[in-house]
C-alpha cells in the first residue's frame, strides 16, 4: 500500500520586532476632517427638526402665557387694557400683598379640607389612580427593553 503523502512542515512564523507589531494609523486629512464635521453639522440639524415642532408648540401653549401672567401679576392690567397692553402701570408686589391681606382669600386659602373634602382622600385617590399605572408601566418597559437587548437595537 502507497504511503499518503505528508503534509509540508509550516514554516516558522516571521518574527515581528515590538516596534512595529501595530499599524501606525495616519491622522486625519484636511478633506477627512471637513466630511466628519459636516456629518456632525447634518445630524444636528436633524435633532433639531425633531425637535422644533415640540419647541414651537411648548413655546405657543405653555411658555407665553405663563411669561404673559407673569406679567399681569406685576402690572395693574385688567381686561379693558387687553386693546392696549403698553398703557398699563408697573405695580410690583403691590397686587400680592393686597391679596394676601384679602380676608376671604385668606379664609378660602386655610379652609381646604374643611367643607367635605378629606386631604387625605384626595392624596389616597391620587395614589390609588398612580400605582396601577406605574406598575404597568415598569412592567412593559421591563419587557421593551428585554426585547430591544435581544434583537440588538441600540
Do not use: C, Y
Amino acid at each position: 500500500m502507497a504511503r499518503p503523502p505528508m503534509a509540508p512542515a509550516p514554516t516558522p512564523a516571521p518574527t515581528v520586532e515590538p516596534e512595529t507589531r501595530h499599524a501606525v494609523r495616519p491622522g486625519p486629512t484636511a478633506a477627512g476632517l471637513w466630511r466628519l464635521r459636516r456629518l456632525r453639522r447634518r445630524r444636528a440639524l436633524v435633532g433639531w427638526g425633531f425637535a422644533a415642532p415640540f419647541t414651537v408648540l411648548f413655546v405657543a401653549f405653555m411658555a407665553l402665557p405663563v411669561l404673559a401672567s407673569l406679567a399681569m401679576s406685576v402690572t395693574d392690567m385688567r381686561s379693558t387694557d387687553l386693546r392696549n397692553p403698553f398703557a398699563v402701570e408697573f405695580v410690583g408686589a403691590r397686587n400680592f400683598v393686597r391679596l394676601f391681606g384679602d380676608e376671604l382669600f385668606r379664609r378660602a386659602l386655610f379652609s381646604v379640607g374643611q367643607h367635605r373634602t378629606s386631604f387625605g382622600l384626595l392624596l389616597a385617590g391620587a395614589v390609588v389612580v398612580v400605582l396601577p399605572v406605574l406598575a404597568v408601566f415598569l412592567v412593559l418597559q421591563r419587557q421593551f427593553l428585554r426585547g430591544i437587548a435581544t434583537t440588538g437595537l441600540k
